[in-house]
């Protein structure tokens, strides 16, 4: 491993692969901040300039850069516009927003950073760790496991609704799996619910549903409610993290990135659900006063699926460099990149 | 593991240099990025408008996709004055697809439902889910029932 280990970081250090890295890193940042652009759109795009490489060690790590550059800046627009642009950001949004319009939307933006580098690093330890052997754990999972996990997701539901609002967040929930059957059945490729509209063969959209939920509504509210929209007075641009605040985001760093990396693993569930479960969790595990604070700008609502996305990114690499497997659609491309330069991964 | 060690390794080393770039190249832009909220809202109102919409058309890249947009948008406005969580129906969404197509591809595989005893590890989850569904209101319950054994004693 230790050999391994040197190869690895002489291949990296080459200045065209930092320089690789550094590119990859801003361009998914900047692109991943404005909502509707998630990793894969960005992935997408920059397909063609990797493959132009020609190494494709250099490929893969301008397009891993941009992957997790762009979870990176995915956070950005949930926080400040409650605008999330990937599912896996959507929960940095419930406690991230409302520190936001507290006026403590830098001191949430360093969280946010913080967290998804401490998250990213100890995923990165996890995989060079673990890798060999989580990939035959993966091919475990079938359909049946899968269906209990997304029904695990769904019962967390209950943790993010305030008190007294568990009964209005199932009748959301019930309207949310009410939508999602809109579209091709899973069984037999008819139309349901389609009401005749081509457009909608292929169900909704979800940026479009996520902008819908939270990002028009926000500016609506403004709109009609001016009287709420109070200007923020605190100094936004506030970046400390009180020693206090450190002490309790540690743990759930530790917890998270452990937990959202082993759920990344596994193919298909990745970042979303281990935003979602990292939040729900650490939900549970809070005191009561904590509890309380959970979506309306608790740091810790935010530590929690900041850390567990970006782990879950990492682990979404174990499928792809051990097996050759894509673990999501983004690693999908990934895969595609590397194919294209006739480079295999896995066993083959 | 591997055909290729060097690009597994070159992958994972570039992930730390990667994140320790991100570190350092976007804490001291924080402070600028954060200034995005001191503009007034009557200017940032139609940026936000424009960027979901722009959004939701690159996202699915037709324009059926507007009007379901405002439409569920005008909708989700509704719920919120009426003090609806809207979150939950956004997880429901993304979960309920996956959700679906898992169950009906089971179904298929095991001709019924019986997946869920003969596979241990579906087992164990659903059973963390009923946990998850049932700790808050025994949780609950047991706050209550010690208020009430704490007003007995008074």
């Given at each position: 491993?230790?050999?391994?280990?040197l190869?690895?970081?002489?291949?990296?250090?080459?200045?065209?692969?930092?320089?690789?890295?550094?590119?990859?890193?801003?361009?998914?940042?900047?692109?991943?901040?404005?909502p509707?652009?998630?990793?894969?759109?960005?992935?997408?795009?920059?397909?063609?300039?990797?493959?132009?490489?020609?190494?494709?060690?250099?490929?893969?790590?301008?397009?891993?850069?941009?992957?997790?550059?762009?979870?990176?800046?995915?956070?950005?627009?949930?926080i400040?516009?409650n605008?999330?642009?990937?599912?896996?950001?959507?929960?940095?949004?419930?406690?991230?927003?409302?520190?936001?319009?507290?006026?403590?939307?830098?001191?949430?933006?360093?969280?946010?950073?913080?967290?998804s580098?401490?998250?990213?690093?100890i995923?990165?330890?996890?995989?060079?760790?673990?890798?060999?052997?989580?990939?035959?754990?993966?091919?475990?999972?079938?359909?049946?496991?899968?269906?209990?996990?997304?029904?695990?997701?769904?019962?967390?539901?209950?943790?993010?609704?305030?008190t007294?609002?568990?009964?209005?967040?199932?009748?959301?929930?019930?309207?949310?799996?009410?939508?999602?059957?809109?579209?091709?059945?899973?069984?037999?490729?008819?139309?349901?619910?389609?009401?005749?509209?081509?457009?909608?063969?292929?169900?909704?959209?979800?940026?479009?549903?996520?902008?819908?939920?939270?990002?028009?509504?926000?500016?609506?509210?403004?709109?009609?409610?001016?009287?709420?929209?109070g200007?923020?007075?605190?100094?936004?641009?506030?970046l400390r993290?009180?020693?206090?605040?450190?002490?309790?985001?540690?743990?759930?760093?530790?917890?998270?990135?452990?937990?959202?990396?082993?759920?990344?693993?596994?193919?298909?569930?990745?970042?979303?659900?281990?935003?979602?479960?990292?939040?729900?969790?650490?939900?549970?595990?809070a005191?009561?006063?904590?509890?309380?604070?959970?979506?309306?700008?608790?740091?810790?609502?935010?530590?929690?699926p900041?850390t567990?996305?970006?782990?879950?990114?990492?682990?979404?690499?174990?499928?792809?460099?051990?097996?050759?497997?894509?673990?999501?659609?983004?690693?999908?491309?990934?895969?595609?990149?590397l194919?294209?330069?006739t480079?295999?991964?896995?066993?083959? | 593991?591997?055909?290729?060690?060097?690009?597994?390794?070159?992958?994972?080393?570039?992930?730390?240099?990667?994140?320790?770039?991100?570190?350092?190249?976007?804490?001291?832009?924080?402070?600028?990025?954060?200034?995005?909220?001191?503009?007034?809202?009557?200017?940032?109102?139609?940026?936000?408008?424009?960027f979901?919409?722009?959004?939701?058309?690159?996202?699915?890249?037709?324009?059926?996709?507007?009007?379901?947009?405002?439409?569920?948008?005008?909708?989700?406005?509704?719920?919120?004055?009426?003090?609806?969580?809207?979150?939950?129906?956004?997880?429901?969404?993304?979960?309920?697809?996956?959700?679906?197509?898992?169950?009906?591809?089971?179904?298929?595989?095991?001709?019924?439902?019986?997946?869920?005893?003969?596979?241990?590890?579906?087992?164990?989850?659903?059973v963390?889910?009923?946990i998850?569904?049932?700790?808050?209101?025994?949780?609950?319950?047991?706050?209550?029932?010690?208020?009430?054994?704490?007003?007995?004693?008074?």
């Amino acid at each position: 491993m230790l050999e391994g280990l040197l190869i690895g970081l002489q291949t990296a250090m080459s200045f065209q692969n930092l320089a690789m890295v550094i590119a990859g890193c801003l361009i998914g940042t900047f692109i991943g901040m404005l909502p509707g652009l998630g990793p894969m759109s960005i992935i997408a795009i920059m397909i063609p300039i990797a493959i132009s490489m020609g190494d494709p060690s250099a490929a893969l790590i301008l397009l891993a850069g941009v992957y997790y550059g762009a979870i990176f800046g995915g956070s950005t627009s949930s926080i400040l516009l409650n605008a999330p642009g990937v599912a896996g950001t959507v929960a940095s949004s419930f406690d991230g927003y409302p520190m936001a319009q507290q006026g403590r939307a830098g001191k949430a933006l360093t969280i946010a950073a913080v967290c998804s580098f401490a998250g990213g690093t100890i995923g990165a330890i996890l995989l060079m760790i673990f890798a060999p052997m989580l990939s035959s754990v993966a091919l475990l999972f079938h359909s049946a496991e899968y269906f209990a996990l997304m029904v695990v997701g769904l019962s967390a539901i209950a943790a993010f609704a305030g008190t007294g609002q568990v009964a209005k967040a199932m009748i959301m929930t019930v309207f949310g799996l009410i939508l999602a059957t809109v579209g091709e059945g899973a069984l037999f490729s008819l139309p349901r619910f389609t009401g005749g509209v081509m457009d909608l063969q292929s169900g909704f959209g979800f940026i479009t549903l996520a902008m819908a939920m939270f990002a028009l509504p926000e500016a609506l509210f403004l709109v009609l409610k001016p009287k709420d929209a109070g200007s923020v007075e605190a100094d936004i641009t506030d970046l400390r993290i009180t020693r206090v605040e450190a002490r309790s985001i540690a743990p759930i760093i530790g917890r998270q990135s452990v937990q959202g990396f082993f759920i990344g693993v596994l193919p298909g569930a990745g970042a979303t659900i281990a935003s979602f479960l990292g939040y729900a969790v650490e939900r549970n595990l809070a005191t009561k006063e904590e509890q309380a604070e959970f979506g309306k700008g608790s740091i810790t609502g935010l530590a929690a699926p900041e850390t567990a996305n970006n782990a879950a990114c990492t682990g979404s690499f174990v499928p792809l460099l051990t097996l050759g497997i894509p673990g999501s659609g983004t690693t999908a491309l990934l895969l595609g990149a590397l194919v294209a330069q006739t480079s295999r991964l896995g066993h083959g | 593991m591997i055909d290729e060690p060097q690009i597994f390794w070159a992958v994972i080393m570039s992930m730390f240099i990667g994140n320790l770039v991100l570190l350092i190249l976007n804490l001291p832009l924080i402070p600028y990025i954060a200034k995005v909220l001191s503009i007034p809202r009557n200017y940032l109102i139609p940026f936000i408008l424009f960027f979901t919409l722009m959004g939701a058309y690159i996202g699915q890249n037709n324009a059926t996709e507007l009007l379901i947009l405002v439409g569920f948008g005008v909708c989700a406005t509704a719920l919120k004055f009426a003090d609806y969580p809207l979150a939950p129906l956004l997880i429901g969404f993304i979960l309920g697809g996956m959700l679906e197509n898992n169950f009906a591809r089971s179904m298929q595989l095991y001709d019924g439902v019986s997946f869920i005893w003969e596979r241990p590890m579906t087992l164990g989850l659903l059973v963390i889910a009923a946990i998850l569904i049932l700790l808050p209101s025994y949780r609950a319950r047991r706050a209550r029932a010690r208020a009430e054994g704490v007003a007995d004693g008074d």
